[in-house]
C-alpha cells in the first residue's frame, strides 16, 4: 500500500496495492483456505476446510471477507502510520471493486482445475478415500475437489437388503455387475465408458428405490435434472456445471426423438461444449416405465 507524509510529518495510508489484496486471497494469502477463479465459468471457488472441498463464491461474499480483514488489520495494528483512511475509505465496497476485478486475472486457474485425480480418490464425507490402497486420508485444498459424496467410508459396512431384497430380484447376474460397474463412474463423477443408463421396468419394479438410494449416496447438491428438450438453451446446460451425475426422471419414451437430443452425445462423449461454460461430462442415468422402446418412432 502507499504511504503519504503530512505536513506535520505524521505518516499515513494513501492507496492500496489492488494487485497485492487480490493475491492475498490465493493460497499465499491463505493457505488453509485458499480462493481461485474459473475463468471458463467466470466463478470464484474459496475452499471450506469445514467440508474439505471448493465452494462457489459470489463477488459480493469476496468483498465482504476483504472489508473485514482490512478492519481487522486495522483494529490489530498499533504502529505509527495513520490507518484511518485504509479502515473507512478502502474497505468501503466500492474501493475494493477493483480489487476483486484484479482477482480474476490474478487467481485465475485453467478450466481443468477441479479434474485432477478424479480416478484416483474418493470424496467421502469423513475424508479422502484413496483408491490405490484404500487408505483414508485428510481433507486438504491440494485435492481440487468441488465436490463430495453424501456418506462416509467405512471398511466394515455391507448392503445384504439392498441386494437380496431389491437387487437381485429384478436383475441377474450380467445387470447387477454391469449397473455396479455404471455406478462406479457415477461415485468419481467422470463417464470414462461414454454410456448413459436407461432404467427399464414396470411401475413399481424398483427403478425409483434404486434412484433414491443412488441419490443419497452421490449427495443430491451433486446431481441435476436434465431435459432433453431444452438441452439447446444455454441456460440448461449450464446448470450442470460441478454436478457429478445428471438424472432423467419418468421420461417419456420417445424422448431422444427431439433435436435437442443429439446434445447428449457430446454430454457422454467427453466432448468441449461451450455455451455458457465448457467441459461437462458426468455420467447420466435416465428412467421409464419402458411401456414403449425409448427408440420407437412415433
Known amino acids: 500500500m502507499a504511504l503519504k507524509q503530512g505536513r506535520d510529518g505524521d505518516v499515513a ?32 471457488y474459496t475452499y471450506d ?19 473485514k480483514m482490512l478492519r481487522e488489520c486495522c483494529e490489530n495494528y498499533d504502529g505509527g502510520v495513520d490507518v484511518t483512511k485504509l479502515a473507512y475509505r478502502f474497505s468501503k465496497t466500492a474501493s475494493l471493486a477493483g480489487v476483486i476485478k484484479r482477482a480474476k486475472g490474478v487467481l485465475e486457474v485453467p478450466g481443468m482445475f477441479f479434474d ?76 470414462l465408458a461414454q454410456v448413459i443408463l436407461f432404467l427399464i421396468g414396470t411401475p413399481g419394479g424398483g427403478k425409483g428405490t434404486f434412484i433414491r438410494i443412488l441419490n443419497r449416496i452421490i449427495g443430491p447438491e451433486n446431481m441435476a435434472t436434465f431435459r432433453s428438450a431444452l438441452l439447446m438453451n444455454r441456460f440448461e446446460i449450464s446448470g450442470f456445471v460441478g454436478k457429478t451425475l445428471l438424472y432423467g426422471a419418468d421420461v417419456a419414451p420417445d424422448f431422444l426423438n427431439c433435436s435437442a437430443a443429439a446434445v447428449l452425445k457430446s454430454l457422454t462423449g467427453l466432448r468441449n461444449i461451450r455455451q455458457q461454460t465448457r467441459r461437462i461430462f458426468p455420467p447420466t442415468a435416465c428412467e421409464s416405465d419402458g411401456s414403449r422402446s425409448l427408440m420407437e418412432n412415433p
Open 13 to 44: 495510508v494513501d492507496d492500496i496495492s489492488e494487485d497485492f489484496f487480490a493475491g492475498v486471497l490465493g493460497e499465499d494469502g491463505f493457505p488453509e483456505m485458499p480462493t481461485v477463479f474459473v475463468g471458463d465459468e467466470n466463478r470464484f
Open 49 to 67: 476446510p469445514s467440508e474439505g472441498h471448493y465452494r462457489a463464491q459470489t463477488e459480493a461474499s469476496l468483498l465482504f471477507r476483504l472489508s
Open 116 to 191: 485432477a485425480n478424479l480416478v484416483d480418490f474418493l470424496p467421502c464425507t469423513n475424508g479422502m478415500l484413496r483408491l490405490s490402497d484404500f487408505k483414508l486420508l485428510p481433507f486438504s485444498p491440494a485435492f481440487r475437489r468441488r465436490n463430495k459424496l453424501g456418506i462416509a467410508y467405512d471398511p466394515e459396512a455391507t448392503c445384504p437388503r439392498f441386494l437380496d431384497q431389491l437387487m437381485r430380484p429384478a436383475l441377474d447376474e450380467e445387470d447387477l455387475e454391469l449397473l455396479q460397474r455404471w455406478c462406479g463412474q457415477a461415485l468419481i463423477g467422470v463417464n
